[in-house]
């Protein structure tokens, strides 16, 4: 079969800024990469405003432009709607799509409350039952050192679960003279580092230990209360004017957290700890080892195992580019690494191999909804101060 005899996917992207650009990225690449069921086509992004989007759309590689994302889910050239926009347009959204019979991928958080959450699942659920398919984008699950995580604990390498230790630690906010953007809006945001990165680690302790958090006690904290309004905004970055706004979200969330096979873990996200960019950081302690991953060391997994002879002991290094691990057969002799923008490419390949092999996607809304869950009782106990003990004297 020659590339052009695989049947198309017509791809339909909501939103083109950070997002956005990795999702082009991915959608560019991965059939180039990697052998797909179904061939994916750039065939349209919306966004707002006309020149920007038509600009977008040349940058990106996209083959047409949309002003009205309802025009773009009408399309019969569009089988796959991309959602890569703020929070709060998620739910109407991906409602529509699925009801007009498109397959959904949707950014995380995958929505700004757990009531938007239950009918995107409710949607998700009705639509599978004709085949439409609806995922969300918890991309880190596809860095292969996390996979490769998840595989190890599967299968027992550092035994049953009994502490976890999680961080999301990024540093964009930390200046108070860093612009507002939506991300600080609660109206479009839901929440502030908790929604952004925490749900991130939620996920991905999830996913390698194979359990689901099953209570929390929490500590939500905003330490800058007004910023400067942007006036242009790049990425995380932006410029601002005289104008100044408040910031109505979180700056920083802790959490302890209860595990379903009986393990505890601790959480901290946030967006102010200087020097820290992207510091994905997860710790899984078992019966019989530990494994440890941080993502500004993105192809390394740290393993130790408690049978080593303790005189030799220690938390070995694996450099995970080997052919065998997983992802990493499809890219660069061992040994070269590779990016952030690599679990994107990722994440479109498994939805694609799902789509084509017809069956769910991971994490289906239904993850995306159990995350949001999580984040709801971080919040409602960070709200409540029963469990909040004074330190007496
Ligand atoms: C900002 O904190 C952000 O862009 C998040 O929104 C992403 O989900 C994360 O992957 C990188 O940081």
Redesign the pocket.
């Known amino acids: 079969m020659t590339h052009e005899d695989v049947p198309r996917l017509g791809i339909g992207m909501i939103g083109y800024a950070?997002?956005g650009a990795a999702h082009s990225q991915a959608w560019r690449v991965a059939p180039r990469f990697f052998d797909l069921p179904l061939r994916p086509e750039m065939t349209v992004v919306a966004g707002r405003s006309r020149d920007a989007v038509d600009a977008a759309a040349r940058r990106l590689g996209w083959h047409d432009a949309e002003t009205d994302w309802r025009r773009l889910i009408e399309r019969d050239d569009v089988d796959l709607v991309d959602i890569c926009t703020p929070g709060d347009t998620h739910a109407e959204m991906a409602v529509a799509a699925l009801e007009a019979g498109k397959h959904v991928l949707c950014?995380?958080p995958l929505a700004n409350s757990v009531a938007e959450a239950e009918a995107m699942t409710a949607a998700a659920e009705a639509a599978s039952a004709r085949g439409v398919r609806a995922m969300v984008g918890f991309?880190?699950r596809r860095v292969p050192a996390v996979a490769l995580a998840r595989e190890l604990v599967a299968e027992g390498r550092i035994g049953a679960v009994r502490q976890v230790r999680a961080q999301y630690l990024?540093d964009?906010l930390a200046d108070p003279a860093a612009p507002l953007s939506w991300?600080l809006d609660r109206a479009k945001a839901g929440s502030g580092?908790l929604g952004?990165?925490a749900?991130?680690v939620v996920d991905l302790t999830q996913f390698i230990t194979g359990e689901v958090v099953t209570g929390v006690s929490g500590m939500l904290e905003t330490f800058v209360h007004e910023r400067p309004v942007a006036t242009e905004f790049s990425?995380?970055h932006g410029s601002a004017g005289a104008e100044r706004g408040r910031v109505t979200v979180d700056d920083a969330a802790l959490f302890t957290a209860r595990f379903s096979g009986g393990g505890i873990g601790t959480f901290e996200a946030t967006?102010m700890a200087w020097g820290r960019k992207?510091a994905i950081r997860v710790e899984v302690n078992g019966t019989r080892g530990s494994i440890a991953f941080d993502f500004e060391d993105m192809n390394v997994l740290h393993l130790f195992d408690a049978a080593d002879d303790a005189r030799v002991a220690g938390f070995r290094r694996i450099v995970v580019t080997e052919p065998d691990h997983p992802y990493v057969g499809a890219w660069w002799p061992a040994g070269h690494g590779l990016g952030y923008e690599h679990g994107f490419v990722h994440q479109a390949v498994d939805l694609v191999r799902a789509l084509g092999a017809g069956e769910q996607p991971r994490p289906s809304f239904a993850d995306g909804l159990q995350v949001q869950r999580v984040l709801d009782a971080v919040e409602r106990s960070a709200g409540a101060s029963s469990t909040w003990t004074d330190v007496a004297g």
């Open positions: 950070f997002m950014e995380k991309t880190y990024q964009w991300r580092a952004d990165i749900a991130h990425g995380l967006r992207n």
